[in-house]
């Protein structure tokens, strides 16, 4: 995971990576973190960093984008924890 990081992290310093590169290498970076990780640690990630998270993505929007990500970002979350809720029943 560190070098995977490390690999990351020298390629966007050294501005080889592009713009549309970034999505797919996220997606990649998450799996690969979570993957890696406990159960009780995933629960502590969310807990600890999603409020940071939170802020460092609504920082410098102008309010009618924010209001707009944020009603988006709820009903996507909604969603996915109902989805959740009744996979379990």
Known sequence: ?????????????????????????MDKMMDKMFSEMSAEDR??????????CMGMIFAEIDSDAKT???????EKMIATLENIINEGK
């Open 1 to 25: 995971m560190k070098e995977f990081m490390k690999e990351m992290m020298e390629k966007m310093m050294s501005g080889m990576m592009k713009p549309e590169d970034m999505p797919p290498m």
């Open 43 to 52: 629960m502590q990630f969310v807990s600890n960093m999603m409020p940071k």
């Open 68 to 74: 707009k990500l944020a009603k988006e970002m709820m």
